[in-house]
């Protein structure tokens, strides 16, 4: 381990105020996207600090997720509690966060490359600015449990390694705890322990077996962590239904009924798509999009896709071969491993693809980057290399001016989709959530720009779930009973289960005069599953109307 003094800390704060800097812009943007779900309206934050250790990270109780992830939602309670959710202090904690990360991953560098500082500076910087990790510090609820597990995973590993040279037991039981924490953040923590265990094996190498005893002491309190988190996990989701087994997001039937799920071959072919796309940002951070859309058939992409993995697979040669060296080893190690939770291998309701879920395997590729690149420079003449660096530097200094631009996308939902759509005009999420905030949000209410962006939704993807129950409802708002029949019918064709459709139909059918067929919509809204709820006084008109045209 190399020597720490204090011009690491200095180099470190140094790294972490860059960070800052970089989105300090962010601080006055808004809420957006499931914020208001997850953080304003979530029943969840309105109870105590024990009861978040026995509910799950849902805002719904018709929405079943198999997220336990406690701390993440007491990080919001206790801002609630300080200053009533405030935008602005909501972003600072993430601004903050994303700081310290940039410290630890630092901390992290220094540590993998000895006297190296530049090579440190360089892999901690690329992680503070590049425009990747944006969507992990700007979209507050999909973006906080991503950075707690992060700040948990370093502060475990660098505290581990430290308790294995001062062995001190202070810094052994601290280790475990941090780990817990970060299990109750997110559950990607997990994939931390074989870096722990290989730390313990790295030092078993190199001393006597005199040592083993240690070993398993540092190590236990480790399996006590993991052993609880997964037991209060098993208790709590059981109870609801959505786990019958002790395995993290698997043998729930009630899942599979909610959620539609790809086959396990299908999601690793997938990949074959996913994992050039991740590429792709890295390249060209100028794509980066709030959400992203598998195409259905790669035969279309086959070539591309062929010269991307043509790339890929020439790489990882090189850095098993004439490119190796234990630092980008430990990287694409941390890469693989900590991308393996959010792969789409393990069944977990959700998107497919995010940027933020390579928040924390990007810090094995920014590793890996900086090591290759500053080897390389070091075989170049003197005179040459500044100039390497200089190249660095700017290269660093644009990286961080679209960061900042970023961020100015994520003001609120109109400045995010509206970019949205103008980076991907075909694109139907995009599209589809303009619409919604033209339909939903207050501020920026605008019915007919909602029906345009919803008409050209099903022009992309004719059978697009809900939103033709959007357009029969600005129809039905506008008095066009016969359009608005016509979209409700299309939504149930696309979506049986629609209930809000079919309340809705009912009521135009009245309204047209046809009361007997309004009567079946009614009776189904009513009995079929799931909750009626979700459409405010929804259940009170079907039964009034009910008990009318059944007299």
């Not at 006597?208 to 098993?234: E, F, N, Q």
């Not at 660093?396 to 995010?416: E, H, P, Q, S, Y």
């Not at 005009?425 to 909602?450: C, F, T």
Request: hydrophobic residues 45%.
């Amino acid at each position: 381990m190399y020597k720490e003094n204090s011009r690491d800390f200095f180099f470190g704060l140094i790294v972490a105020t860059i960070a800052f800097l970089v989105y300090a812009n962010s601080l006055r943007n808004g809420f957006t996207l499931d914020d208001e779900s997850v953080i304003l309206n979530n029943p969840a934050l309105k109870g105590t600090v024990l009861s978040l250790f026995s509910s799950i990270d849902t805002t719904d109780k018709t929405l079943l997720l198999p997220y336990y992830r406690p701390f993440t939602y007491l990080t919001f309670m206790f801002e609630a509690w300080l200053h009533g959710l405030n935008p602005f202090f909501v972003r600072l904690f993430n601004v903050l966060l994303h700081s310290a990360n940039s410290f630890l991953v630092y901390r992290l560098a220094r540590l993998l490359f000895k006297d190296n500082i530049p090579t440190a500076l360089i892999a901690a910087l690329l992680f503070a600015v590049h425009p990747l990790q944006s969507e992990g510090v700007d979209f507050n609820a999909g973006g906080r449990n991503t950075m707690l597990a992060c700040f948990f995973c370093l502060a475990t590993y660098l505290i581990h390694s430290r308790s294995i040279v001062e062995e001190r037991y202070l810094y052994a039981l601290s280790g475990p705890l941090l780990f817990l924490l970060g299990l109750f953040s997110k559950e990607t923590t997990l994939m931390i322990l074989p870096f722990i265990i290989a730390l313990e094996l790295n030092k078993l190498r190199r001393h006597d077996s005199s040592s083993h005893s240690l070993v398993a002491l540092r190590l236990l309190p480790y399996l006590g962590a993991a052993t609880l988190y997964v037991i209060m996990r098993w208790m709590t989701l059981s109870k609801l239904g959505i786990q019958t087994s002790i395995v993290p997001g698997f043998g729930s039937s009630l899942l599979k009924a909610i959620y539609v799920t790809d086959s396990l071959s299908t999601r690793i072919i997938n990949n074959i798509y996913i994992i050039p796309r991740y590429l792709l940002t890295v390249i060209k951070p100028t794509a980066l999009a709030s959400r992203y859309v598998i195409p259905d058939d790669l035969n279309l992409l086959a070539l591309p896709l062929f010269g991307a993995w043509l790339c890929i697979l020439t790489g990882l040669g090189w850095l098993l071969t004439r490119g190796r060296s234990h630092a980008s080893l430990f990287g694409v190690s941390w890469l693989v491993l900590l991308w393996l939770p959010v792969s789409g291998i393990v069944i977990i309701p959700g998107a497919p693809l995010a940027d933020r879920f390579l928040y924390i395997p990007a810090i094995g590729l920014w590793i890996v980057l900086s090591d290759q690149l500053t080897r390389m420079i070091q075989l170049s003449k003197p005179e040459v290399q500044k100039y390497c660096f200089a190249a660095i530097a700017v290269l660093l200094l644009a990286l961080a001016g679209l960061t900042v631009r970023r961020n100015m996308d994520w003001k609120d939902n109109l400045t995010l989709y509206t970019r949205f759509v103008a980076q991907y005009p075909d694109n139907i999420h995009a599209r589809a959530g303009l619409g919604k905030v033209y339909y939903w949000e207050a501020r920026h209410k605008n019915p007919a720009m909602a029906e345009q962006e919803f008409e050209k939704v099903v022009s992309l993807e004719p059978n697009f779930p809900m939103i033709y129950t959007y357009l029969g409802n600005i129809k039905l708002n506008k008095d066009d009973l016969n359009g608005a029949l016509q979209s409700y019918s299309k939504a149930i064709g696309v979506y049986p289960i629609d209930k809000e459709a079919h309340l809705n139909r009912a009521i135009t059918l009245e309204k047209l005069g046809r009361p007997k067929e309004a009567l079946t919509d009614y009776i189904f809204f009513l009995t079929s599953p799931g909750s009626s709820d979700n459409v405010p006084g929804g259940r009170e008109h079907a039964e009034m109307r009910l008990r009318e045209l059944s007299k």
